[in-house]
């Protein structure tokens, strides 16, 4: 039973480019969870999203970032133009349904040149 | 709102002492509780949870208990190991939607 899968595990990008991250929830989960960590500091919650919808973005920034989950494929954390500040690692988790424990991936460790 | 606190760290202990690390938490309702652990360069593993007061969750010797009295969720092991090193994160979730953690605590075992 595959856990959930992130990719790529790390990132390199310089000031001004765009990332993007992939998350793919676990199998029979379709509800998906995206945080942030940054050095030293604990998880932060992002946004949560169910197939095709957004259900809670109040954690996202409110310029540059985005995220998807569409009907087929991964869920999509995309960040536009990125600064340094955005060196993070982010981590997706699933669960089968609202309120359900969340199964958390490896994380995408994101550094910002 | 919901929040978490954390015992500072790094909690540096020898192999088979006991282990407590604080975790005491604010929010309205009733919250579930849990206790992730990361490992080195890894992503968060789900240690233990617990969804009512009273409840004890456990696994691999850990355990937690919710006590809404003291609104706190403290882990306990009675034996670290070398290999229990790592971060631990206590988290609440007001079974809506989003995890708040604590900051975490590095655990640091030596044999």
């Known amino acids: 039973n595959a856990g959930v899968m992130q990719n790529p595990r790390h990132l390199v990008r310089r000031r001004g480019q765009e990332a993007r991250l992939r998350c793919s929830p676990m199998?029979?989960?379709?509800?998906v969870y995206w945080y942030r960590q940054l050095p030293e500091e604990g998880l932060k919650f992002m946004v949560y999203?169910?197939?095709?919808?957004?259900?809670?973005e109040s954690g996202m920034p409110k310029e540059r970032f985005s995220a998807e989950f569409p009907k087929e494929g991964p869920s999509i954390l995309r960040i536009q133009q990125v600064v340094r500040g955005d060196s993070a690692a982010y981590f997706c988790?699933?669960?089968?349904?609202?309120?359900?424990?969340?199964?958390f991936g490896p994380g995408t460790r994101l550094l910002v040149l | 709102g919901n929040s978490v606190t954390q015992m500072e760290g790094p909690v540096t202990l020898s192999e088979e002492a006991f282990l407590t690390i604080n975790c005491t938490y604010t929010?309205?309702?009733?919250?579930?509780l849990f206790w992730y652990v990361q490992y080195p360069g890894e992503g968060l593993q789900l240690l233990l949870k617990?969804?009512?007061?009273?409840d004890k969750g456990s696994n691999k010797g850990f355990e937690a208990t919710y006590r809404k009295e003291t609104t706190s969720f403290h882990l306990e092991k009675g034996s670290v190991q070398v290999s229990d090193s790592a971060v631990y994160f206590c988290?609440?979730?007001?079974?809506?939607?989003?995890?708040?953690f604590g900051a975490g605590t590095i655990l640091r075992v030596k044999s």
């Open positions: 988790a699933s669960s089968k349904d609202r309120g359900e424990t969340q199964y």
């Open positions: 999203l169910q197939k095709e919808n957004i259900i809670d």
């Open positions: 929010a309205t309702g009733y919250p579930s």
């Open positions: 617990a969804t009512k007061a009273d």
């Open positions: 988290a609440l979730s007001d079974g809506w939607d989003k995890l708040v």
């Open positions: 199998k029979g989960h379709s509800h």
